[in-house]
């Protein structure tokens, strides 16, 4: 039976280890001489505003809740034909001509049934954001 | 429940947003309601003001609107606060409302009175003030050589500032290229040049380093500023070119008119922070009478300490926890290294070398204190 003692050798590092770590460092060194006082007073200033920022939205109620309903699959299909609209219409009246105005052009303009069909849209916004508020301030809230 | 603030520095803002954070629920169901009564409607980043004497900041920079500091449940008033009732749980504004509390936090800081010294005002520099921090800083701008003695008064709010007025000395006249032509000469009222040990210890072999000369023992008496002599209550005198001073400091007027405590620090516990004998009056900065630095940090601990008792009164009828004396305060050691000593009532601080990254995080908490007061940090 042979006893094994451990050899002197036995460092927790090897030479690639130690080669790291001075690389490492060295990085750390270039990141110190690179960095100025007026850099960190930029990033710091920068991460205090936003983390304030970020505390407000993330405690509003009202954003909170708006976010809720973004999450919701029909009101992402909402805001994706949202923009597609503001695309379409932003497109439409770069080439439309301009209106003669008076009653007359306005009588036009409503008797399209796709304006129609818009402003039906905004009657029932208009309609359950009223019954919303009305709610809220029924409840004080 | 009325809980009263009344002080919108770094503890009373502290305290109140804390609060309102704490209490969100009770507020928005109408059982508690916080007010803030400040003397400013802006809050001004004190710190800030040393940098200021040596041109690293500019005034405007230390600013900030107190109402966008406040949570929005957080009644805001800027109206001194002229009488303390507390018998009848009142206090009285200087417009003449008075305002019933259940709970009283009283923060309303402390103030220099360089006027108390004869020729301080005259013959002296001094950074407590911005206008005093811009004066000084143009008097080092014309600076040309010669002896430059810095002298402390006590009591004073910010404990480490006459150790880091003497680096940023070196360093100031060293990048204006005439550090040879000037002596610097550091005098301290007790026999140690700190009032806490371990920094005392540190700085010794530092401002040997840096070549600040020292004398302890060395009290203000009087300064004769036509002559530019410095009298001390020990009998030495010395001869300056320029004197900058940390004045001594008193509590507000206010606390020693109503005899809430004498110098206008107000007698408190030192780990519930209730005032003495008053179960219902919070005192939290540097109004209380405790044996620990006057710093924001100190202010910084005490409000979460007093928050969380006053938020477990309210919720469960009793509080959790004592302050411990905690302070944790940057140490400037010139204008590119620092360190810190952060120490509480039983342990004393345990100071490391001054290093870069220090001063880079020291620099960042100028920025990220408006995090802090906001109740975040």
Known sequence: ?141 | MRILVVGGGTAGTIVANNLSRRLTGEIRAGKVRITMLSASDRHMYQPGLLYVAFGQMTPDQLYRDQASLLEPTIEFHVDPVKQFLLDKKQVKTESGKTHEYDILVIATGSRMVPEETPGMTEGAEFFYTEASAVKMYKKLREFKGGRVMVAVGVPHKCPIAPVEVMFSLDDFFKARGIRDKVQLKYHYPIGRLHTIENVAKWAKPEFERIGVDTETLFNIKEIDAKNKIMKSEEGTEVEYDLLIVIPAHRGMEVIERDNLGSGGWIPTDRYSLKMNGHDDVYVVGDTTNLPVSKTGSAAHFQAEAICENIASIIKIGEPVRDYDGKVYCFIEAGHEKATYAMFNYLNPPDLKPPSKPMHWFKISYNHMYWTSVRGLL
């Open chain 1, 1 to 141: 039976m042979t006893t094994q003692t451990p050899t002197a050798s036995a460092s927790p590092f090897n030479d690639n280890d130690l080669q790291r770590l001075v690389e490492f460092a060295q990085l750390v060194t270039s990141v110190q001489d690179a960095m100025s006082d007026d850099m960190v007073n930029r990033l710091a200033s920068t991460m205090s505003e936003g983390i304030s920022l970020l505390d407000r939205l993330t405690r509003n109620d009202g954003l909170t809740h708006l976010l809720r309903e973004i999450d919701r699959p029909e009101n992402q299909r909402f805001i994706i034909c949202m923009s597609n609209a503001f695309t379409q219409a932003s497109r439409e009246l770069a080439t439309a001509p301009p209106l003669g105005g008076g009653l007359g052009g306005l009588l036009k303009l409503i008797s399209d049934p796709g304006v129609q069909e818009g402003l039906r849209l905004l009657a029932f916004v208009g309609a359950r954001m009223s019954n919303s508020l009305r709610e809220v301030h029924r409840h004080g809230l």
